[in-house]
């Protein structure tokens, strides 16, 4: 490692075979166990721990007591060597946790610029896309898998194996015990449909018709009265060409837990 270009603080404890890139901080009482790989310009603050095979992108931000890498909650696991990733330009606020995969994803992803405030959880195996918010004290169960752009709110928690759409917005509080679709805000107790993000799309350059093909399809699928199937097969006739609508669809018929 090029040690000139970085500032590691006299009392961290860096492992073997550590790969540290350049103009790297990490401070003080920071603890990275062996075989971890830090990407460029990354910085690592105060008392945070990084265990084994863990791979940080380039230029993230990791601030304070965060512990990334560690042994998963799962009884199923037996020890095996299982990895976290983390993207590019990605930030990590105080007392986060990250758990390493299991056998069955073999790594916990993280994609670039996703953004984990202060106490959040990212259990084994789970996926996150480009862009992905979770607000303070949001928790995820093992295997949950979050397409790019989407926001969960404080207290979210999500349970294992659900599937939350690309640009979809969960209020606060709540419980995620389904699949959540694409472009939606889900809200309530239990969680349902309460409208499209609307207000994410327009900021993400959705355009007026775009919006209104999403709303329309919507409408047809959750409040016209029509069954699953039937209301699927309107949306695809109505919207052979929309692609956003299509990935709504495509969603819908590979949920294996069901929609909210």
């Known amino acids: 490692m090029d040690i000139i270009s970085n500032k590691i603080h006299p009392s961290a404890i860096v492992g073997e075979n550590v790969t540290i890139g350049k103009n790297v901080t990490i401070g003080s009482y920071t ?3 062996d075989d971890v790989i830090i990407g460029d310009g990354t910085s690592i603050g105060n008392s945070n721990t990084i265990k084994k095979y863990t791979e940080i992108g380039k230029n993230c931000k990791i601030f304070h007591n965060c ?3 560690e042994l998963p909650q799962d009884l199923k696991f037996g020890g095996e060597k299982t990895a976290v990733k983390i993207g ?3 930030t990590i606020r105080e007392f986060v946790s990250i758990h390493r995969g299991t056998n069955a994803r073999g790594e916990t992803t993280i994609g670039n610029n996703v953004f984990l405030m202060a106490y959040a959880h990212v259990a084994h195996d789970c996926v996150l896309g480009n862009n992905v918010t979770m607000i303070n004290l949001a928790t995820l169960g093992g295997h949950v898998e ?5 926001m969960l709110s404080g207290c979210v928690m999500v349970h294992q194996f659900i599937k939350i759409g690309a640009h979809a917005f969960i209020g606060g509080l709540f419980r995620v015990s389904q699949d959540v679709p694409p472009y939606v805000m889900a809200v309530g107790e239990p969680l349902k449909y309460g409208g499209i ?3 994410g799309l327009r900021r ?3 355009s007026a018709k775009d919006r209104i093909n999403i709303k329309r399809a919507y409408r047809y699928y959750f409040r016209s009265g029509l069954k699953q199937s039937e209301a699927l097969e309107k949306i695809k006739s109505e919207f052979p060409d929309d692609k956003n ?3 709504i669809v495509d969603f ?3 949920s294996k837990r069901g929609i909210i």
Do not use: C, Q
């Open 204 to 206: 993400r350059g959705f």
């Open 252 to 254: 819908i018929e590979k």
């Open 146 to 150: 979050i397409d790019e752009w989407a």
């Open 88 to 90: 590019n330009e990605t």
């Open 31 to 33: 603890v990275i166990d």
């Open 197 to 199: 993000n609307g207000v």
């Open 67 to 69: 512990v990334i890498g």
């Open 245 to 247: 609508v299509l990935s």
